[in-house]
């Protein structure tokens, strides 16, 4: 969507507010309705004059209607769908509902406890910030006061704001009263920026660290090459292709190690250990899979199959809980959320049922390090639930950790306080991430904790950019100079001047492609083909032409097939803006954001193909016996059913197919994805130049420096048989050349 001439609105807001009144409880008085609102009105029409031509191309998740108008709660209602019986009403449920707000002024107030706006010398008077905003999703103005952790949003005139949440209680002056009380509210700040669950998980411990995790790839140590690592990840594979059949005998385990290793076999090398000791540690946790299966993987709860909870939050009272997955809804699901403003790719998608709360669609993540006790770990978790809410459109409220060091199964409930102050951080994070409100791009001071610092993956970038962007040393990074000169010592002033133009040159960049993602949501797919090239609308799946190469972890491993719906009246995919080998991003036009990331494989007039690593499964099918609150029953990989009623205690697994039949049914779009993670790569490819452990000194000299590179005259025999090599006409140019 094209940018608002924010200028045109700063015009008809008064550049000062008062910052006291004489009547504290007067909202006229605080300058907020020195604003006509006929004039706002019309200059908004002005800025989005445009916006009847552009509403046509808003996308329906942001809830517009037929007749291009936002609806309230901006929902869709054929955003799921459903196979068999007919479901009962819908239940009220948090977050369902957001509008999608621009800011308009912004100022700094007071309040008491009986006061919605107090005076300095109030008694208990406390900051609010007051926030007036334009909902775009119900036409209609809003007086936000932020409050308690939400007052450190850094909201400007500009900003967009989501407000998550039903607003029950707004005043006739429509004031809404954000705070520490307000549990099914959540104002999420520029929500077109997608945060990292993951980053936004590990942002506790030191912010600057997630900021530049999003910023920038980590660079890996290659003089200490992290077997522990890959360790992690074979582990993590080995239990997800065991979870998926449900096979967990000794000769199916072995066998599935052997593929691994096969397939990581460079990275076994880089690593320099050998198959048989990779093959032997793996191994190593073999049984206790097979234990936690015979626990845990059934149709219901077996005797055993406890967990414990974070915080020993209760469930249900139920005095011995017990757990069990019978279903696999999905894997390494990626999901976007523009609703929330975050992304993030969860583990397993599974239906746990509980005997106390019924069958539960739940986030499921394998950690295979030693520390239980890990506040990211549950951080993330929380996040997911969110994550997952928006895409099965059920109220999912807790997930699931498993520790197979200690064979312990953790049940994190979202609790209220905990997620709140996730979603503050990420509003925190927000300007470091923009160009818009931090052209300079300059991250969060550093932590100048000498002990975790020194142990940190993002060390090298970090230290670099303080020194080559933000000018600085080591008191300023609060670091012993030997810890500062081993990462930037080696650096000359023409190396920083190099870094510093280059990030600059980087940055302009992503600012002028930021703005294309957030088209995905933005823009209605037809409208977005039309008008931009960057898009193709109305599209079926062949599920029948699905490919699956079987390599675990291969970007390509999924190939899927295309087709223009009977109804889209396009002349040809070979119009578009598309190309083979671009990356992409596979949604559907219902408000699903990326099943499935990868690049065009194939384009044919009226056909393409998607390569990627996770197959798009459509949008999740609730099942004939679905119930809101105790059966939220879906479509799945892999289920666990009982074999028959006498014979309860036996089962069968059932095995279905990667791409379910019912997605034939759906309706996708395919967008070209200009950011991917190119940009973070490419900025981890000129770190790469300057690190002191990662870095080539010999390309710096010749990149850098200008170093005239010289050559090695060759031995004659070599130039001869060089020359029949060239001379041969089985060669072609490029190959003689």
């Known amino acids: 969507m094209p940018s608002l001439e924010l200028e045109n609105v700063a015009s008809l807001v008064p550049s000062e507010a008062p910052a006291t009144t004489d009547n504290p409880n007067d909202v006229d008085d605080l300058g907020l309705d020195d604003v006509d609102m006929d004039d706002l009105l019309e200059g908004l029409d002005q800025l989005d004059d445009n916006l009847d031509d552009l509403l046509e191309g808003l996308d329906d998740c942001d809830g517009i209607n037929d007749e291009g108008l936002f609806d309230v709660d901006g929902s869709n209602p054929q955003a799921l769908e459903t196979t068999g019986a007919v479901l009962a009403s819908e239940p009220a449920r948090r977050f369902k509902m957001h509008e999608k707000c621009l800011t308009l002024l912004v100022t700094d107030g007071l309040f008491t406890s009986g006061q919605l706006h107090a005076l300095p010398n109030d008694v208990g008077a406390r900051p609010q910030k007051i926030v007036r905003v334009y909902s775009q999703t119900a036409r209609r103005e809003l007086i936000l006061l932020l409050r308690d952790q939400w007052y450190s949003t850094p909201v400007a005139i500009g900003d967009y704001l989501n407000i998550v949440g039903e607003m029950t ?146 469930l249900a009272n139920d005095p011995e809980p017990l757990v069990t997955v019978s279903k696999i809804l999905n894997m390494e699901e990626n999901v976007w959320s523009p609703k929330f403003g975050l992304k993030g790719k969860v583990d397993l998608t599974v239906l746990a049922k509980y005997t106390s709360q019924g069958a539960l669609v739940q986030p499921f993540e394998l950690k295979t390090g030693r520390n239980t006790q890990n506040t990211s770990h549950r951080a993330q978790l929380v996040l997911y639930t969110l994550l997952l809410s928006d895409r099965y459109d059920v109220d999912i409220t807790s997930g699931l950790l498993y520790y197979p060091r200690t064979n312990e199964m953790v049940c994190v409930p979202r609790i209220d306080d905990e997620l709140r102050g996730l ?145 889209a009246g396009r002349q040809s995919f070979l119009d578009s803006q598309l190309a083979v080998g671009d990356p992409i991003v596979v949604s559907s036009e219902a408000g699903h954001y990326a099943f499935m990331i990868g690049y065009v494989s194939a384009l044919e007039f009226s056909r393409i193909v998607i390569a990627g690593d996770r197959p798009a499964r459509g949008v999740p099918k609730r099942l004939a016996q679905f119930d809101w609150r105790t059966n939220q029953d879906f479509e799945s990989i892999m289920e666990i059913r009982p074999r028959n009623i006498v014979a309860s205690q036996s089962e069968d697994t059932l095995i279905h197919a990667d791409v379910p039949e019912s997605a034939a049914q759906d309706t996708f779009r395919i967008d070209k994805d200009e950011m991917n993670s190119a940009i973070s790569r490419i900025r981890a490819n000129v770190m790469r130049l300057f690190t002191s452990t990662n870095g080539s000194p010999e390309c710096r000299r010749l990149v850098v420096d200008l170093q005239q590179p010289t050559f090695v005259s060759l031995p004659q025999d070599v130039e001869v048989k060089i020359q029949q090599i060239q001379s041969a006409k089985r060669l072609n140019a490029g190959q003689a050349a």
């Open 169 to 314: 209680e707004i005043s006739e002056r429509g004031e809404v009263v954000v705070d520490s009380q307000s549990v099914d509210i959540l104002p999420v700040l520029q929500p077109d920026v997608l945060v990292s669950c993951t980053h936004l998980s590990e942002s506790f411990t030191c912010l600057r660290r997630a900021v530049l995790k999003d910023w920038i790839r980590e660079i890996p140590d290659k003089s200490q090459p992290n077997t522990a690592m890959l360790l992690g990840t074979l582990l993590h594979d080995l239990f997800q292709s065991c979870a998926l059949k449900n096979k967990w005998d000794d000769a199916t385990m072995s066998a599935t190690i052997r593929s691994l290793i096969k397939d990581n076999i460079a990275r076994l090398w880089e690593c320099q250990v050998d198959e048989t000791t990779v093959h032997e540690q793996i191994a190593e946790c073999v049984p206790i899979y097979q234990e936690w299966a015979r626990t845990y993987m059934h149709h219901s709860a077996q005797l055993g199959s406890t967990f414990s909870t974070h915080r020993n939050h209760s």
């Open 423 to 567: 979603v503050a951080t990420r509003n925190e994070m927000i300007p470091f991430l923009t160009h818009s409100t931090n052209p300079s791009r300059d991250p969060p001071a550093m932590l100048g904790q000498e002990f975790m610092c020194k142990r940190c993956a993002i060390r090298p970038s970090c230290f670099i950019k303080h020194r080559a962007i933000e000018g600085g040393d080591h008191e300023s990074a609060k670091m012993p100079r030997g810890v500062w000169e081993e990462q930037v010592g080696h650096l000359s002033q023409d190396h920083l001047d190099f870094v510093r133009v280059w990030m600059g040159l980087i940055d302009s960049e992503e600012s002028d492609m930021q703005q294309y993602r957030s088209e995905l949501w933005n823009m209605k797919a037809a409208y977005r083909e039309a008008n931009t090239g960057r898009c193709l609308s109305s599209l079926k799946m062949e599920v029948g032409l699905t490919e699956d190469t079987g390599v675990v972890g291969s970007y390509s491993r999924y190939r899927q097939t295309f087709v223009p719906a009977a109804r």
